[in-house]
């Protein structure tokens, strides 16, 4: 894999609490996909971010990246019960190649 | 609008035994396809992709092939399961390729015992 290790592969939070996951990739890449996965289903992109932004917002999503240190961020503000879920995030290595990182289990405690 | 249909959604197979699972997309003119592999409580492995009908490359080597016989129609198969193809199957299509949205489908959980 291309993906190093994510800084955090669980997180559990209370109902309100802001929160931040983040990701290193190894190899160039001229977007990061955010994906959400909920239990037993396939992934959703929820937040695109491309190479020439520094961060992408869209609604309480936040995704940052910082292709210097080849790494990306998400945060989700005031976070809701309904988020809880698992989230990827992903980069195309050119020629359809897909790298999805580890993932975070994020639960949101009410 | 697109939709991508799965089948079956869960299969329970012996080793050694063949499997066949299939991935159509409906309302979509060419797309890009591909197939995952998800251990359980794990990440996403790209397994294959096609970009045009009868073209498939591998990604990885998992003694899986592939086949798309059709614009919209995607199966992955063996001949021989192992222990080690238990997980989740998640077929995926985007309007191209170079980072553009991958959109999936509902997955087959496989069970090999």
């Known amino acids: 894999s291309q993906w190093g290790e994510e800084n955090l592969q669980a997180l559990s939070i209370q109902e309100g609490e802001d929160v931040t996951m983040n990701c290193s990739y190894k190899t160039y890449t001229t977007v990061v996909h955010w994906y959400r996965q909920d239990s037993g289903r396939g992934p959703a992109l929820i937040i695109l971010i491309r190479s020439n932004e520094r961060e992408k917002r869209s609604g309480r999503l936040r995704a940052t990246l910082d292709t210097s240190s080849q790494s990306s961020s998400l945060s989700i503000t005031a976070a809701q019960c309904e988020d809880t879920a698992v989230y990827f995030c992903?980069?195309?290595?050119?020629?359809?190649?897909?790298?999805f990182g580890d993932g975070t289990q994020l639960v949101v405690k009410p | 609008a697109q939709t991508i249909h799965q089948w079956p959604v869960a299969e329970i197979k012996a080793v050694g035994s063949p499997l066949s699972l299939g991935c159509t997309i409906k309302?979509?003119?060419?797309?890009?396809l591909y197939w995952y592999w998800q251990a359980t409580g794990g990440t996403l492995q790209q397994l294959f992709y096609s970009i045009t009908v009868g073209q498939v490359e591998s990604v990885v080597q998992l003694n899986l092939s592939a086949s798309r016989p059709k614009d919209d129609q995607f199966i992955l198969s063996t001949e021989k399961l192992l222990l080690s193809h238990s997980g989740f199957y998640l077929c995926?299509?985007?309007?191209w390729g170079g980072g553009a949205e991958q959109f999936f489908g509902p997955g087959t959980r496989l069970t090999v015992l």
């Open positions: 995926a299509w985007s309007h």
């Open positions: 309302g979509k003119s060419s797309p890009n």
């Open positions: 992903a980069t195309d290595a050119g020629n359809n190649r897909i790298f």
